[in-house]
């Protein structure tokens, strides 16, 4: 099963780009990882709702029937490390063609990708700025897979 993570950008900085490298590299040890940047429109504050339709639209247009979508999302499920890998595990085994990850823009993601999506997770009560959150998630997709694999990386 391939891997894509779908990110929605507005620019990047390069200690993002070097994470992003790191770790492209290393879930792809385990299984192919293709991350894809999607710019997103300029829209300001005060077109949020706009924004997050727009976005949707473009994130749409990226997937299939056949995928298993996993979307961060800052009401989604709360779950350390082991859990997630756990859910890593089940997605794999859930015969679809690919597993993707979905990282929102600055206003979130609209309510028919979170429809969509098969498992939304929470990276943290916290609230990170989308270059935080990709570095988060993509160090969290690799601990996963470390987990599930047994090899040494999580001291749980």
């Given at each position: 099963?391939?891997?894509?993570?779908?990110?929605?950008?507005?620019?990047?900085?390069?200690?993002l780009?070097?994470?992003?490298?790191?770790?492209?590299?290393?879930?792809?040890?385990?299984?192919?990882?293709?991350?894809?940047?999607?710019?997103?429109?300029?829209?300001?504050?005060?077109?949020?709702?706009?924004?997050?339709?727009?976005?949707?639209?473009?994130?749409f247009?990226?997937?299939?029937?056949?995928?298993?979508?996993?979307?961060?999302?800052?009401?989604?499920?709360?779950?350390?490390?082991?859990?997630?890998?756990e859910?890593?595990?089940?997605?794999?085994?859930?015969?679809?063609?690919?597993l993707?990850?979905?990282?929102?823009?600055?206003?979130?993601?609209?309510?028919?990708?979170?429809?969509?999506a098969?498992?939304?997770?929470?990276?943290?009560?916290?609230?990170?700025s989308?270059?935080?959150?990709?570095?988060?998630?993509?160090e969290?997709?690799?601990?996963?897979?470390?987990?599930?694999?047994?090899?040494?990386?999580?001291?749980?």
């Amino acid at each position: 099963m391939n891997q894509v993570l779908l990110t929605l950008t507005t620019g990047s900085e390069p200690w993002l780009d070097e994470a992003v490298k790191r770790f492209e590299k290393k879930v792809s040890r385990f299984q192919p990882l293709e991350i894809v940047r999607i710019k997103s429109k300029g829209h300001g504050r005060d077109q949020a709702a706009l924004k997050i339709k727009d976005e949707e639209e473009l994130l749409f247009k990226q997937l299939g029937e056949k995928d298993f979508i996993i979307v961060f999302d800052e009401h989604g499920k709360s779950l350390d490390s082991l859990e997630f890998s756990e859910q890593l595990s089940r997605a794999l085994e859930s015969g679809k063609a690919r597993l993707v990850f979905v990282i929102g823009g600055a206003f979130g993601l609209g309510e028919q990708i979170k429809k969509r999506a098969n498992l939304r997770i929470s990276l943290s009560k916290l609230t990170f700025s989308h270059h935080v959150a990709l570095a988060v998630a993509l160090e969290q997709i690799y601990r996963a897979w470390t987990i599930r694999k047994g090899q040494r990386y999580h001291n749980g």
